[in-house]
């Protein structure tokens, strides 16, 4: 099984960018469709975006939508979330998660792996 650790977390100013990775450990990262997630307190933790393992085919949420970007590099076993003109509200922390189903599954039930988080400032 995958084991995840996310990186690249921190303070910026709106407008801003950060790139986040999140690094796997375990023979099945280039089978595994990779999600991020994030959760601000007293929510839910919700869906950001996801990257298939088989077409290397993506899914946002519309709050991210050509803002984010997610992309693999299965040679690196890691998954980047490249995050563009930032906003208060994506103050979160963000979350890496290994599915094993096809597709790109926006589920936080489909992603049986996840890594600890990591958190991300957006000042105004």
């Known amino acids: 099984q995958v084991q995840l650790v996310e990186s690249g977390g921190g303070l910026v100013q709106a407008g801003g960018s950060l790139r986040l990775s999140c690094a796997a450990s375990?023979?099945?990262?280039?089978?595994?469709?990779m999600g991020w997630f994030r959760r601000t307190p007293g929510k839910a933790r919700e869906f950001v975006g996801a990257?298939?393992?088989?077409?290397?085919?993506?899914s946002y949420a519309d709050s991210v939508k050509g803002r984010f970007f997610i992309s693999r590099d299965n040679a690196k076993n890691t998954v980047y979330l490249q995050m563009n003109s930032l906003k208060p509200e994506d103050t979160a922390v963000y979350y890496c998660?290994?599915?094993?189903?096809?597709?790109?599954?926006?589920?936080?039930?489909?992603?049986?792996?996840w890594g600890q988080g990591t958190q991300v400032t957006v000042s105004s």
């Open positions: 998660a290994a599915g094993y189903t096809a597709g790109v599954p926006r589920k936080e039930h489909e992603y049986p792996t």
């Open positions: 375990g023979r099945t990262f280039s089978r595994s469709t």
């Open positions: 990257i298939s393992w088989s077409d290397g085919s993506t």
